[in-house]
């Protein structure tokens, strides 16, 4: 996995995480997000997820542990253009909202209200 790191101004800070957030690319985006958080004057980060084209649990848990670790650091952490798949993944397990990416689009197209879920 390739993370891309670039500063947005005023405390915001994009990563962008190239390849598969699973069991394999978890390690090197942790430390990469580890790095990020430590910086002075952080107020949020935005995990671009553009280039990710699989998330599986251990990549949901990473975004979840690093949304904590910037709460606890005074900052925020969201997710940003996630692939349909990976869009997918982060509204079935309920943490788009969490991760300050609400709603977007249900399996048949239409727009789903921030919070609602569809059970199948």
Request: proline share 6%; net charge negative.
């Amino acid at each position: 996995m390739e993370i891309g790191t670039r500063d947005a101004g005023a405390g915001r800070l994009v990563l962008s995480p190239v390849g598969d957030l699973d069991m394999a690319g978890t390690p090197a985006f942790d430390r990469a997000l580890d790095g990020v958080l430590d910086r002075p004057g952080l107020l949020e980060v935005v995990v671009d997820l553009g280039g990710v084209a699989f998330l599986d649990s251990t990549g949901v848990a990473a975004l979840l542990r690093g949304a904590a670790e910037a709460v606890g650091r005074g900052a925020t952490l969201r997710v940003a253009d996630p692939q349909p798949l990976v869009a997918r993944v982060l509204r079935i397990t309920a943490v788009d909202v969490l991760l300050g990416w609400p709603g977007g689009r249900d399996d048949d197209g239409t727009a789903v209200e921030p919070g609602w879920r569809r059970l199948r």
